[in-house]
């Protein structure tokens, strides 16, 4: 992968707007201020909300918002209008809408969007499996981009700045999850591409806070699939334990990348696929797993701890067999259909079931420098922005051997 720089000038969660006047001498705001004049954005209009898919046509460019006519920023052509690709309601086709205008809040910053992973979460989004998702949606959380306007109070991020977006778009920061280093459990918390805008789009704004620094070169493409593939992949990891053999159930996009770090760490991976899945058995072969097969074989070797990537209840009771004893099972999806009933020989021993949920952004600060030392490499297919519908079902088919990638 290309590296990725760490967060040194990240704001705390919930970080006053006095402190963080109070943070940088007047000095220092004012050369900010003027650096992001000279390179011609306007720091305070942001502008744009998602607008439905009944919306008329894109309006002209207007050139008094360069930001917004020369598409700069995203690498749209020239008087391109910002758009999104848009759900209106649960099993309907994504559209193309215009993606209206509205002010950024002081701590929002807007980023062109480069490049958006698609990811299973995606659709279990589109197919309505998740609760209260905020229709119409623009789906989309692993988002790679330049900023390209900032909300008044933003000094820590620049106008041009290399940023990521991940699954984690807010959240209350006074919660018990929050004030003990588990944001991702937030009751509050809000997400990008569910229940708050997603990367589906030539642009998003997001709270500044919650944005991730990225090194200023990179390929975008590349890089996208780590804001969630990577980072799910990266925490389920933590919960693994120190054991040798690791089982991957689903052999997608995380579990490719989560491989690649695996083997880094001196482990043997086993991986797991649909039983007549060749393809992404030779390609998890071609990685350098010890074992690729069906998930409904028994592995060579017993398992230390198995990860569950496929949203598929059936898969626990068969990675239960698969661990030894005192092994653990790791449920890595955001959604999965239900688990069958088992014996309870097969939890005994001493075997534990946990799930993961979400993310944190200390996750994001722990997984870039890890994924870089691994020299995680990505494996991407490209799709235009405007053909996300064919990319999700090339997803859901499983025709996919590592991640899929929209480009606007
Ligand atoms: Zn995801
Ligand atoms: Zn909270």
Redesign the pocket.
Known sequence: MQGVIGFGGFSPVRRTLIGAMEALSNSERQRRIEKARQLGRDTRLGRMHVAGPEDTEPAAPDPARPGLATGLATGLAPGLAPYCMIQAGPGQKLTRAPLAERQLAPHEVRIGVRACGVCRTDLHVIDGELPNIAYPIVPGHEVVGRIDQLGSDVFDLAIGQRVGVCWLAA?????R??TTGR?NL????SFTGYTSPGGYASHIIMDSRFVIPLTPEGDDAGDAPLLCAGLIGWRSLQRVGDGQNIGLYGFGAAAHIALQILLYQGRKVFAFTRADDHASQSFANRLGASWAGSSEERPPEDLDAAILYAPVGALLPAALRAVRKGGRVICAGIHMSDIPSFPYAILWGEREIVSIANVTRADAKSFFPAARKADVRVHTRSYPLLEAERALADLRSGRLQGAAVLIP
Do not use: F, I, P, Q
Request: proline residues 0%.
């Open positions: 959240t209350c920061g006074r919660c999850y929050c944001e937030c009751d509050e918390a």
